[in-house]
């Protein structure tokens, strides 16, 4: 069960490759940007991949070794996660 949950994270490295943001800086300027922020509405493509990018932080959290690394991407996952909240919200 272990070797296939792998599976799943390396396949979702591949999507994110050339997608998403993969360091702190990148998603911590990403979602300065977002909703909330003076921007409004996210165009698609920017949910879609906003939302990638929660997919890979959630799964950056769960892959911390660390209280701090963990903490840090947990930080980042919920200002992911509010952004896309607003702007689901804005939408009605």
Same mark, same amino acid.
């Given at each position: 069960?272990?070797?296939? !949950? =792998?599976?799943?994270?390396? $396949?979702?490295?591949?999507?994110?490759?050339?997608?998403?943001?993969?360091?702190? %800086?990148?998603?911590?300027?990403? $979602?300065?940007?977002?909703?909330?922020? *003076?921007? *409004?509405?996210?165009?698609? *493509?920017?949910? &879609?991949? %906003?939302?990638? $990018?929660?997919?890979? $932080?959630?799964?950056?959290?769960?892959? !911390? %070794? %660390? #209280?701090?690394?963990? #903490?840090?991407?947990?930080? !980042?996952?919920?200002?992911?996660?509010?952004?896309?909240? &607003?702007? =689901?919200?804005?939408?009605?």
């Amino acid at each position: 069960a272990e070797l296939a !949950s =792998l599976r799943k994270t390396r $396949t979702l490295e591949v999507i994110c490759d050339n997608s998403v943001p993969r360091k702190l %800086t990148d998603i911590r300027r990403l $979602t300065s940007r977002l909703p909330g922020r *003076g921007v *409004g509405r996210l165009w698609q *493509g920017d949910f &879609e991949r %906003t939302l990638l $990018t929660m997919v890979y $932080t959630a799964q950056r959290v769960m892959a !911390s %070794t %660390t #209280d701090h690394q963990r #903490d840090v991407w947990a930080e !980042s996952l919920v200002s992911l996660y509010e952004a896309i909240k &607003e702007d =689901l919200v804005e939408a009605r």
